[in-house]
T-cell receptor
Framework: SVLAQPPSVSAAPGQSVTISCSGTASNVGSRFVSWYQQLPGRAPKLLIYDNEKRPSGIPDRFSGSKSGMSATLVIAGLQTGDEADYYC????????????FGTGTKVTVL | EGELVESGGGVVQPGGSLRLSCAASGFSISDNYMTWVRQAPGKGLEWVSIIYSGGPTYYADSVKGRFTISRDTSSNTLYLQMQSLRADDTAVYYCARPNMKWGSGALDYWGRGVLVTVSS
């Protein structure tokens, strides 16, 4: 994986967690970032696109932002159903590199 | 609403071949970029390959020369032909659609995935 994320974050129900995603000038620094949620045993699901936009059906408890070569996902009002792995992702400027994902962050609801 | 359904996974010996299929519905793959992503057991997501709507294809260095992405627009099906398989190709393989109408080209549709196990 090319994009760095913390391995895990945790918080109690109702609290907020922040997940960082650090890249380089050829990916995060020059491209829009997306975020994906992967529940245990399931396929990834798009949560955030274009740094901060939510697809239809995604609650506004999930928010994204980007500054420079880093992006951030915030999950507010944490719920037990939010326990999952979260990945950031973006296209790299190099065609041979293609789409790059973050290392993934496990969110645990205490 | 689009849907993707993969098939063709299974157990194959090292050095063997396998072809994965991804049947799309709700949109035309010929009008879209399509991509394959894989996830080794207990690991993160890894991009594998992409085919542009116009036809060009690109591959991750880890599969270049061994995997081939293609499509059949008449059946709206995406394929991944895998050859010279190695143990480290063992993974769940997902097909996904990059939505190129968005600046991010985010992967908005994903299949459920299909498991490929390379083992003797």
């Amino acid at each position: 994986s090319v994009l760095a994320q913390p391995p895990s974050v945790s918080a109690a129900p109702g609290q907020s967690v922040t997940i960082s995603c650090s890249g380089t000038a050829s990916n995060v620094g020059s491209r829009f970032v997306s975020w994906y949620q992967q529940l245990p045993g399931r396929a990834p699901k798009l949560l955030i696109y274009d740094n901060e936009k939510r697809p239809s059906g995604i609650p506004d408890r999930f928010s994204g932002s980007k500054s420079g070569m880093s992006a951030t996902l915030v999950i507010a009002g944490l719920q037990t159903g939010d326990e999952a792995d979260y990945y950031c992702g973006t296209w790299d400027s190099s065609l041979s590199t293609g789409y790059v994902f973050g290392t993934g962050t496990k969110v645990t609801v205490l | 609403e689009g849907e993707l359904v993969e098939s063709g996974g299974g157990v194959v010996q090292p050095g063997g071949s396998l072809r994965l299929s991804c049947a799309a519905s709700g949109f035309s793959i010929s009008d879209n970029y399509m991509t394959w992503v894989r996830q080794a057991p207990g690991k993160g997501l890894e991009w594998v390959s992409i085919i542009y709507s116009g036809g060009p294809t690109y591959y991750a260095d880890s599969v270049k020369g061994r995997f081939t992405i293609s499509r059949d627009t008449s059946s709206n099906t995406l394929y991944l032909q895998m050859q010279s398989l190695r143990a480290d190709d063992t993974a769940v393989y997902y097909c996904a659609r990059p939505n190129m109408k968005w600046g991010s080209g985010a992967l908005d549709y994903w299949g459920r995935g299909v498991l490929v196990t390379v083992s003797s």
